[in-house]
């Protein structure tokens, strides 16, 4: 339902969504990297967090549109083909 909500709020907008296939300890120890990182710009989550937060994933259903992550060439690629905006490395 709160997807619903979302697309409906950003209907007049360009959104793609993007998926990345990746496990969650492989996910997590991404995220304890930057949490490491001395990074202004980077959100420290805790263990806790991270999975409250991962919980709240949901598979795309039939009728939504999304791209599966691989690499970022393929992503620029892919986001280009929408015509949304001219994306480069």
Do not use: H, P, Q
């Amino acid at each position: 339902m709160e997807r619903k909500n979302i697309k409906e709020r950003f209907k007049n907008y360009n959104v793609i969504f993007v998926y990345t296939n990746t496990a969650d300890n492989i996910r997590w120890e991404r995220v304890e990297r930057r949490n490491n990182e001395d990074c202004i710009n980077n959100y420290n989550f805790d263990k806790e967090t991270f999975d409250f937060l991962s919980n709240f994933f949901e598979e795309f259903s039939d009728d939504e549109e999304y791209i599966i992550f691989e690499n970022m060439k393929k992503l620029i690629v892919k986001i280009n083909k929408k015509g949304i905006r001219n994306y480069k490395e």
